[in-house]
């Protein structure tokens, strides 16, 4: 590590203690860039990672709510807004018990090069809430969701920023949220995307960050001549991006054998198809949180409070959360031969796992390359709301499948060019950054 990154990670990590994951997301991205910074003082002499460590503004704010026991509730929001050079910020909204300013930078941070990948004209921010969706009614996710854009109308806008979901949100907390956007406002525009198909949300928008997945890790097979047909896949996870994975690895001759929750996982040697991806939404509306229910259900083997890293499989596609797979987990992997890892979830991968699966160069891809469908996808439900049109499945598909071949094919370029051939994460970071860098660049001192 040259003197420089290590002197701007000593320093992100002094000046935003308690943050981890901030921190590793950082190192992740500047370790990458070492090569661009020698090939490019200017970027250094501009300080434009100094400034893009530093969010444009963090937006923190309480959200009051009531129960349906009439008890009073507090919990914090969030907005960051990180990095708007390249167009208004855009990013998800997530709540969950475990949410805190860190998680949500390192989040944040993400995005930024993400959209920037996607090829459209997005920023990057992130938001949400240490809210527990878990075990609450309808409408105390509504009570909550008011609350909370009560406070945070102010601040998010079409040309401004525009949040979607993430964990813990999804189609009926955009719905809460949009409702009580458009009372404040008395507007309805696409401030929010991944909306309701009758009121301006995208076909393909739920399924677009696991489709998009399984389109990049079809690209990654193609470049060492594998098809994904006939391949023992395992997932993680069974929310949103675990279930469009799932639909598109299946639709395409690949048996996905596992699942996990936060109880644990289940193994499912025949295979999640049929009926079984339709359960995975039931599972996901009982707000139980339980992957043990799929293994009731359909008599598989349940382990609890395992991940599912351990079964022998050809590709692995993390979809759950942060950290969710670490250097013991990429070991046995490897030792099983499994050949492409491609991340669903953001930062699923530990540094140390992420150093294991490099070494042994296998077929490895960062989040914010191989999950970039679902936010690319938000972007078609602005251009949509723009031009006040809607397009048909296939039309948006189609965009879909293209931004992640262009996605794919910038990845495996800019390493090649900066002579790290293979190394999706160096490529990922490179390219994502230097377009917003250059734009910073142009735009003066901001
Ligand atoms: P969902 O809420 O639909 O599902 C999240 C899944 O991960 C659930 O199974 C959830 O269970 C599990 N999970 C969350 N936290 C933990 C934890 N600490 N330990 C174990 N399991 C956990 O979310 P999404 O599917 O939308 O998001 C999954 C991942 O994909 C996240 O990393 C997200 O940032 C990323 N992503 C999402 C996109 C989207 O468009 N939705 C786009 C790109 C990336 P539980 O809630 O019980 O903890
Ligand atoms: O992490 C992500 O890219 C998302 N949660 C999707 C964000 C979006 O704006 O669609």
């Not at 805190?100 to 990948?117: C, T």
């Not at 198809?273 to 799929?294: P, T, W």
């Not at 077929?363 to 390359?369: D, I, Q, R």
Request: charged share 20%; with cysteine.
């Amino acid at each position: 590590m040259s003197e420089y990154v290590n002197s701007l990670i000593t320093l992100v990590k002094t000046k935003n203690p308690s943050e981890p994951e901030f921190h590793q997301a950082v190192q992740e991205v500047t370790e990458s860039l070492e090569i661009v910074l020698e090939r490019h003082p200017e970027y250094r002499s501009a300080k434009i990672l100094e400034r893009m460590v530093e969010p444009d503004r963090v937006i923190m704010f309480r959200v009051p709510w009531i129960d349906d026991q009439g008890e009073f509730n507090v919990n914090r929001g969030f907005r960051i807004q990180m990095n708007n050079a390249i167009g208004p910020y855009k990013g998800g909204l997530r709540f969950h018990p475990s949410v805190n300013l860190g998680i949500l930078k390192f989040l944040a941070f993400e995005q930024v090069f993400k959209n920037s990948l996607t090829t459209l004209p997005m920023g990057g921010g992130k938001g949400g809430s240490d809210f527990d969706p878990k075990g609450k009614s309808d409408m105390e996710v509504m009570r909550f969701c008011q609350s909370f854009m009560t406070e945070l109308f102010r601040h998010v806008g079409p040309d401004i920023d525009i949040p979607a979901g993430d964990i813990g949100v999804g189609a009926r907390e955009i719905g809460y949220l949009f409702g009580q956007y458009k009372r404040l406002t008395r507007e309805f525009s696409g401030v929010l995307t991944g909306k309701g198909l009758s009121w301006g949300g995208s076909r393909i928008r739920p399924e677009a960050t696991g489709f998009g997945v399984v389109y990049f890790a079809q690209e990654m097979l193609k470049t060492r001549g594998i098809s994904i047909e006939g391949k023992k896949v395992a997932i993680s996870g069974f929310g949103n991006v675990a279930w469009g994975a799932v639909l598109k690895a299946t639709e395409l001759g690949a048996t996905v054998v596992t699942l996990s929750g936060p109880d644990g996982f289940v193994h499912d040697e025949q295979g999640v198809k049929g009926e079984k991806i339709a359960f995975m939404l039931e599972m996901r509306a009982s707000a139980r949180d339980s992957v043990q229910d799929y293994a009731t259900r359909f008599k598989v083997p349940f382990y609890p409070g395992k991940h599912p890293w351990s079964v022998k499989v050809d590709v692995a596609l993390p979809c759950a959360t942060q950290n969710e797979l670490n250097a013991g987990d990429a070991r046995e992997l490897l030792a099983n031969g499994c050949i492409c890892v491609c991340e669903g979830a953001n930062m699923p991968t530990t540094l140390e796992g992420v150093k294991a699966f490099l070494d042994a160069n296998i077929l490895y891809s960062p989040g914010k390359a191989s999950n970039a469908g679902g936010v690319a996808t938000s972007g078609l439900e602005m251009s949509q709301n723009s031009m006040r049109f809607t397009w048909p499945p296939e039309e948006v598909d189609h965009r879909l499948r293209q931004i992640m071949h262009d996605i794919h094919h910038t990845c495996v370029e800019t390493a090649r060019e900066y002579g790290i051939p293979g190394n999706y994460v160096t490529g990922a970071n490179i390219a994502g950054f230097l377009k917003v860098a250059n734009a910073m660049l142009d735009q003066g001192l901001v």
